[in-house]
């Protein structure tokens, strides 16, 4: 079946680099994307990967290994506004999107 | 209008009421979509429009049913409410279904 693994929460400090994992399990693979969730508002887009690599994009990254069914948001410089939920989601072959449950990101001073 | 629009930003709703969501985009997306947010849980997929005209079913559309008349509009409509509908709803649109989807602010429904 269709399944989309991360983890449920992450403790990084101020300016330090994290690195949020999601693994996925669909019926097909037409792109992944990670989008950031503020509590109490709506998914913004980060990133889209479709090709195997790394895609980098200001203090965030994100990296795609199709084979392994796995990817990577690769945050630097942490902020106290990067405190979010980070939600990975995979496009199926029906193109229907798949969203994670999200990793909960809190940041320390 | 800027993006997408969602009303209202919460209801609370007696057990049985039926309840419109409304959902407007200006960006004249081809592709809408509505999903349930509930704590710990993904966004689910409940409807989705790939072009006006035609809808679709996603992952949980028991007890929800959609229109699309025209690009710019894309209600959600809970015939006969029950509790386990409380929940946040998104609308969001896209481009092309391949394509970047773009939330509005969410509704947040509570149904006692």
């Known amino acids: 079946g269709q399944n989309i693994d991360q983890p449920t929460e992450m403790t990084a400090t101020e300016g330090a680099i994290v690195q949020i994992n999601c693994t996925y399990q669909t019926s097909g693979f037409n792109g992944l994307f990670w989008y950031q969730q503020h509590a109490g508002e709506a998914p913004t887009f980060l990133s889209y990967n479709v090709l195997d690599g790394l895609e980098e994009k200001g203090r965030f990254s994100s990296f795609l290994s199709r084979s392994k069914g796995y990817s990577y948001l690769l945050l630097k410089e942490l902020q106290m506004k990067d405190s979010a939920s980070y939600l990975c989601?995979?496009?199926?072959?029906?193109?229907?999107?798949?969203w994670g449950a999200g990793t909960k990101l809190i940041i320390k001073p | 209008i800027a993006g997408i629009t969602q009303a209202p930003t919460s209801q609370i709703l007696a057990a049985g009421r039926r309840m419109t969501l409304r959902c407007t985009q200006d960006m004249r997306h081809n592709a809408m979509y509505w999903y349930r947010q509930d704590l710990g849980l993904g966004l689910r997929l409940i409807h989705y429009s790939n072009t006006a005209g035609t809808t679709g079913k996603g992952e949980v559309p028991d007890g929800y049913s959609v229109s699309r008349a025209n690009t710019d509009d894309f209600p959600l409509t809970l015939a006969s409410a029950v509790p386990s509908q409380t929940s946040v709803y998104f609308c969001?649109?896209?481009?092309?279904?391949?394509?970047?989807?773009?939330f509005g602010p969410g509704t947040r429904l509570t149904v006692l």
């Open positions: 989601a995979v496009i199926e072959s029906n193109y229907q999107l798949i």
């Open positions: 969001a649109s896209s481009e092309g279904d391949s394509n970047e989807q773009f």
